[in-house]
DNA sequence: CTGAAAGCGCTAACAG
DNA sequence: CTGTTAGCGCTTTCAG
């Protein structure tokens, strides 16, 4: 392996010249830095990981943790999980991937050696076992998703309560008056998943406020759990005109069970979907949908995470640092707070008038 | 920061000894061992990463590296990623997550700079622009997938081979003459992925063998493109009884738009599939399938690459380093050599003799 | 069975 | 603008 002595010796500089000239933390003549480039050049220098790791105190490498669980959200987490990889390159930082199979531990494990400087965190629950590591004396960290109690951390998501709220508007602006919401699997809200819950307040909230009816229910993926619970919605709410459908695995089941039964969208029926957008373009009727804006997501963590950890070296935090730190983590998190993406609302075809004779629409 | 050094001084032995305690490399006495640990646990301490891996050369970290299109098979990706780093993990590896976005820089990167000391490489084209980096002396590596000329590599996939001539045998068996195959998107067979191609090429042999007309067509995801192709098909061949999908976003475009028609799954019409298990199960009509084993390809070419790279000495030679040093891919690969997981077919409901009628049973 | 000590390759004070 | 020099924390000879 071709170290940094060996690059100094081929350019007829000192070491420190050479490790200056690669992180430009010190002015170096025209000449010079030309020479030391050509040598690294020729001489294919990479240098080693592990021992700037050691000799900065910074591994450059940033820790994901995807949900172990894979039954939900599956392409927008891959995507998500890509788009971050993707933004941390660009700022000069890899990617460990963790499962949360390893739970809190991991997080002290990779932060405690030094592994990761920092974490991003998806599939985050309302009452996460993985916080208390981060909010004590923790490593700089990104939430991806919101818990319930979010003081003290960084957090980006979707503003789902407003996309929630988005969709009953949309709907109610149609005139329908009964809308029933298919929702995630009954274990995400068992799991209290802070995303479902925060669109089942919006949808409920402005549903309220506008007067519409709403109903939700819970569903597993597939047609078959489909076919229950929409037999069963349309049994206790006959005058259901308009679905919000917020489950991937339900969408085309939802559509082939409306065909099926006789119901056309959107003359019968209207759906609107919280979705990635290829789900709701490519479905059998194209969907009025909230798109989940993933690779935005995860480009945003990472920035947050970045912008904090850049401005780092022995001072106290660029702005509104936290409390007295001195633990281990004393690196400079990304300013605390929540950051919520604004939902939009993509019309498509499957959302129209309600139909005069069922719900009625508004005089 | 907790180091050895301080464990050591509280154990009121030497820095080797807790070295050894940790590594095992050398008998330690009862007591001592008792007093080390004791004294890691009171401390918490955890070792430095990149020290470890400058004095040991051995970084403990495989890379994987995903595709950066998400276009396809985005569930069996991400669940062959989570299952390679839950395997990793269990034989004490860490999984650096890298997009396909560098190409082969990327390997280079990471590998000469002692990063990862082996890679991992999902989505292996037929003729892949990363296999240079791989053969030339490059760091141990094991592909999930196969490409053209895997001389020299390790290489782990399902024998998508075989898994198209069991989906033939079957409909075949059933009587089915006339079969057709919905594809992947055009771009998948543009850039000759091996799986694909490999799979046509099972389904045409064991056709021709048993004197089935098989009729291939590639097909983008969604609704509207499958309404396209099986419009097309019907036209040309109406003797279809019989379709193999290999295509987790025309799965239930096709039922759907089978239905539609009027065609019966299966009696009218036979489907099977080649995808995983749940996509399969929780169609509107179950279907009959051939499983995408991503667990079992993850584990197993991590177990592949962990064999081989404990049999590895910490590091090459004695101190005042020989010139002539090998690249940086001086480790243990794995062996060199294919190994094809057999396919299994699981009947469900979608498959069922061909109609009297149609296709004709073989007399 | 245990200690002492020499680095692994790089960064970041200190000196010019 | 550049060089010298301590380490960073750990592994691994070499001695005992």
New interface residues.
Partial sequence: ?VTLVEVARHAGVSASTVSYVLSGKRPISDLTRRRVRDSIEQL?Y?????????ASSR?R?IA?M?P?R?DMY??V???I??AV??AA?AHGY??????G??GPAAL???T????AEAVILMDVQLDDERLPVLRAAGPPSVLVGLPGDPSGLSCVDLDFAAAGALCVEHLAGLGHREIAVIGEAPGVYARHTGFAERTLRGLRDRAAELGAGLLHRPCE????AVAGVLARVFDERPGVSAFVVQNE?AV??L??LL??TGRAVPEDVSVVAVCPE?VA?????PLTSVAIPAQELGRRAVERLVTGLSARPGDIGPRGGGPADGG?GAGASPAPGVELLAPVLTIRDSSGPAPAGRGGVRS
Same sequence: chains 1, 2.
């Fill in positions: 392996m294919g990479q240098p080693h990981a592990g021992a700037r790791a050691l591994s490498i994901l995807v172990l894979t599956v392409p987490m891959l995507e999980a890509v990889a993707t390159r890899d990617v460990l991937l963790l499962t199979e390893e002290r494990r990779v405690g050696s030094g592994l993926g597939g047609h078959a695995t085309e089941p559509l082939a065909r099926r290829p373009a490519q479905a059998s009727v281990p």
